[in-house]
């Protein structure tokens, strides 16, 4: 069970992270001792599978990984214990999909990228905001097409929404709907922005956070993710 929160949390997430260091460590892909991913598991990751634009969603978006499989057993990994390695791999995935993104004929010579922060339960069982830390490696694999994006951090949430997880699609649009803020600055004017996030589910949430930015004056030229489940 995850941890809840308050004093109990922190102590089970401490823990956890000993009872880590005490077990011999396996795969998370196959089971293989001694390594937290395989060999054979980073290459089912790193093969080179072009970025799909996601079908079923009324904007452009980039995903190059379904959430299954290895894939998302690391996305849970990298939830669950904010471990760096599963964090790296989570930005291998999400480069690919800005690399697609930048491919596009909309997109100049810059492009702006807005992340959706993680959620405060994650943040408190992972210890870090794991969107964000995913960006960081998505970027870093990026090398010199990292130059021709920046970051900005302008979307933000006027309340924390209740948890998406049991919620049908248009429950989740509902439960989103004008939770999102943006904070105008300067460079979210200054080129198409690409919206970040780590897992397309339903779409909810993207679509939410790019109304906001839309009705801002922004202009999205669409959304990418490490992995979707479409």
């Known amino acids: 069970a995850r941890p809840r929160g308050g004093r109990s949390g922190c102590w089970q997430c401490l823990g956890m992270g000993i009872l880590e260091l005490a077990l011999p460590q396996a795969c998370i892909g196959c089971s293989v001792s001694g ?8 290459q089912k990751l790193a093969s080179p599978t072009p970025a799909l634009h996601v079908g079923n969603m009324p904007m452009a978006a980039w995903s190059c990984a379904t959430y299954d499989g290895v894939v998302q057993r690391v996305v849970l990994a990298a939830k669950r214990t904010g471990h760096r390695e599963f964090l790296e791999l989570l930005g291998m995935l999400h480069a690919r999909a800005v690399c697609a993104a930048l491919a596009d004929d909309r997109v100049g010579e810059r492009l702006g990228v807005v992340l959706i922060h993680s959620g405060s339960r994650t943040r408190h069982v992972a210890g870090t905001d794991v969107v964000a830390s995913m960006l960081n490696y998505s970027r870093a694999r990026l090398g010199a097409a990292s130059t021709s994006t920046f ?13 998406q997880k049991k919620l049908a699609r248009a429950q989740r649009l509902h439960n989103v709907e004008g939770r999102f803020y943006v904070r105008p600055t300067r460079a979210l004017y200054e080129a198409p922005i690409l919206v970040v996030d ?33």
């Open 35 to 42: 390594v937290r991913v395989c060999a054979a598991c980073r």
């Open 151 to 163: 970051v900005v951090d302008a979307l933000h949430l006027r309340a924390p929404p209740t948890s």
């Open 198 to 230: 780590d897992v397309l589910t339903t779409g909810a949430t993207i679509l939410a956070a790019s109304a906001a930015l839309r009705r801002a004056g922004v202009f999205v030229v669409g959304a990418a993710v490490a992995a979707n489940r479409t």
